[in-house]
């Protein structure tokens, strides 16, 4: 039974905070000192589990719901903890060049295997559009079956200052679409991306964490490296692995910050939002969570299942690098951990290095759910009747424009009103989106995240080279 205290006890506190709770919430019978207090006598308990659990895990978890309360009752207070949380994705960032870098040069240039690259590259970019055409489908499903943006009072949201659309184009990109017919801004947009997928200077893409032009160059020096006779190559590779190991080991030391971090960051984005701003957003909060979670069990799931992925292991080997994406923000932080577990769950390392960043760039089926449930939401908060051609048009160029935008948070938003004033729609009503942005990218940056962790063991598979023993015996740290 004491082996189970740990357990029951954080338990108990939270059944009975729950029902206080519901109670406050249906009749408004509970003084809010007994909820402060129930709060916080159940977070000392998790803070007992925690301690006897001995699991990072644990303490990141734990950090999430400490944030939570701690931005609801001292907002103030979970505000000024933003720089916190700000100098640990500044450390992730600080991983996220060089293992990219190391690990796609030593998977391409180690083997020696360009057929193989070649296989992995059309196998993965095969099933990244399949999972993100189903995306954008469910999310445009779910919109217009809810109709969340109708009838919503937009005078009802606090006015908030919209991210500059400006910033997702370039000074002379509108000077050329100002001497363009509108017409045909979307096949400039087009060509811009693949113009922009090429980096001018490797070190200043590596500086802004530009991950598609960090993958391009990667990719292009592995194959170059993989075609030197293999007296000169070897030493590179062996400078290429060596890098890789440090990495990972850089980042299991940077990980002990990471409770300290994410706690920080789920404070500011309580205490910096508030909770009532969800009562007027509320159906398109729950539109996208739904969209989501019929993704994961519509589509993910059940693939997983016909791949025959130890699902439970799986869950395990998600737990950390997700809960890392719910609560930055940002799919950057939790690279280097899903690109770990991943190794360790069965996917080879050649394997994870190509699969993982590419998905980066073009798997990014949260955001792509997201966007077409939105830019749809938008019309129909203003009124608008969009035929499904037009809808669909819209979302295709959402598709496009979006690549490369997963490592930064709410990056998308910035799409979001570049695309909607491109198709004439009014970005006013955007700023109803803003209050809750925070936490719809928390969702759409998990689903990323396990989208792509799901797109390396698929890709594993479909090469034969995924390790179902490794799989099977897998046990989180």
Not at 136 to 148: C, E, F, K, M, V
Not at 309 to 316: A, D, E, L, T
Request: glycine residues 6%.
């Amino acid at each position: 039974m004491k082996s189970k205290l740990h357990v029951l006890i954080p338990l108990l506190f939270i059944t009975i905070t729950a029902f206080l709770i519901g109670l406050e919430f249906m009749f408004g019978i509970i003084p809010n000192e007994i909820l402060f207090g129930a709060r916080w006598i159940t977070l000392l308990s998790l803070v007992f589990y925690c301690i006897k659990k001995r699991s990072l895990t644990s303490w990141i978890l734990f950090s999430i719901v400490l944030g939570a309360v701690l931005g609801y009752d001292y907002p103030a207070i979970a505000r000024s903890l933003h720089p916190l949380s700000q100098g640990f994705i500044r450390l992730v960032k600080t991983i996220v060049g060089p293992i990219l870098f190391a690990t796609l040069v030593y998977g391409i240039a180690g083997h020696s295997d360009l057929k193989q690259v070649g296989r992995m590259a059309w196998k993965s970019l095969l099933y990244f559009y399949v999972a993100t055409t189903i995306a954008l489908l469910i999310g445009l499903a779910a919109i217009n079956i809810t109709q969340a943006g109708k009838g919503i009072d937009i005078t009802k949201v606090p006015s908030t200052e919209l991210p500059d659309k400006s910033d997702a184009v370039s000074t002379s990109d509108k000077a050329e679409l100002a001497n363009l017919p509108e017409n045909v801004h979307w096949i400039f947009k087009t060509t811009a991306f693949f113009r922009d997928v090429f980096p001018e200077n490797i070190i200043k893409s590596i500086h802004e964490n530009k991950v598609l032009q960090i993958v391009v160059f990667a990719v292009v020096f592995g194959i170059g490296l993989a075609l030197v006779e293999e007296k000169k190559r070897k030493p590179l590779v062996y400078l290429m692995e060596s890098l890789a190991e440090t990495m990972f080991k850089y980042t299991n030391i940077i990980m002990y910050f990471a409770p300290i971090g994410v706690g920080s960051a789920m404070a500011y984005t309580v205490g910096h939002m508030g909770i009532d701003i969800l009562k007027n957003l509320f159906m398109l909060l729950m539109t996208l969570y739904a969209a989501l979670i019929t993704f994961l069990f519509g589509v993910l799931l059940p693939i997983a299942l016909y791949m025959k992925v130890p699902i439970r292991n799986f869950i395990s080997a998600l737990k950390e690098p997700v809960s890392i994406a719910f609560a930055t923000t940002s799919s950057d932080a939790a690279l280097p951990k899903v690109m770990t577990n991943m190794e360790a769950f069965g996917v080879p390392r050649r394997i994870v290095s190509f699969v993982v960043p590419t998905g980066y760039s073009f798997n990014l089926d949260g955001t792509t759910l997201y966007l077409s449930l939105a830019s749809i939401f938008v019309a129909q908060a203003a009124g608008m009747d969009l035929s499904i051609g037009q809808q669909l048009l819209i979302c295709l160029t959402l598709m496009i424009t979006s690549k490369g935008v997963a490592a930064v948070p709410r990056a998308s938003l910035i799409i979001l009103i570049a695309t909607a004033d491109q198709f004439g729609l009014p970005l006013f009503v955007i700023a109803a989106i803003l209050g809750i942005d925070e936490l719809m990218d928390m969702a759409r940056t998990s689903v990323n995240v396990i989208g792509n962790c799901l797109a390396s063991v698929v890709v594993a598979k479909w090469e034969g080279e995924f390790d179902q023993e490794k799989a099977i015996n897998y046990k989180a740290d």
